[in-house]
Nanobody, 129 residues
Framework: QVQLVESGGGLVQPGGSLRLSCVVS????????IGWYRQVPGKEREGFGC????????RYVASVQGRFEISSDAARNTVFLQMNDLTPADTAVYYC??????????????????????WGKGTQVNVSA
């Protein structure tokens, strides 16, 4: 069974950094796609970044490109989201997600979000002075 557990959220000042973790079980660490999404109250959940192990690649939307970085550590069964230069606009609940058919184009284009099979419960990030 696939399970994802996010952690690392919290309160940070504008310009600060946070690193989120997503511990994943039940997947093949040689062949996975993990998407990162975020959601603010009253808005739809949106994808902003993704890591694809088979292509050894990551993708990001423009609003986080250059500030956020996704990496993985197979020995720890963990995908990381390093977030730098945070702004209040980054305040949201952050989720990691995966399924057998997920690809990074789908994640960053925000397609079929509700069709993604496996989600963590999310971790809250607040960026405020």
């Amino acid at each position: 069974q696939v399970q994802l557990v996010e952690s690392g959220g919290g309160l940070v000042q504008p310009g600060g950094s946070l690193r989120l973790s997503c511990v994943v079980s039940g997947i093949s660490w040689s062949n996975f796609v993990i998407g990162w999404y975020r959601q603010v109250p009253g808005k739809e959940r949106e994808g902003f970044g993704c890591i694809d192990s088979t292509r050894d690649s990551t993708r990001y939307v423009a609003s986080v490109q250059g500030r956020f970085e996704i990496s993985s550590d197979a020995a720890r069964n963990t995908v990381f989201l390093q977030m730098n230069d945070l702004t209040p606009a980054d305040t949201a609940v952050y989720y990691c997600a995966t399924d057998r058919l997920l690809d990074c184009s789908t994640v960053v284009r925000n397609h079929n979000v509700h069709a993604v099979d496996y989600w963590g419960k999310g971790t809250q990030v607040n960026v405020s002075a």
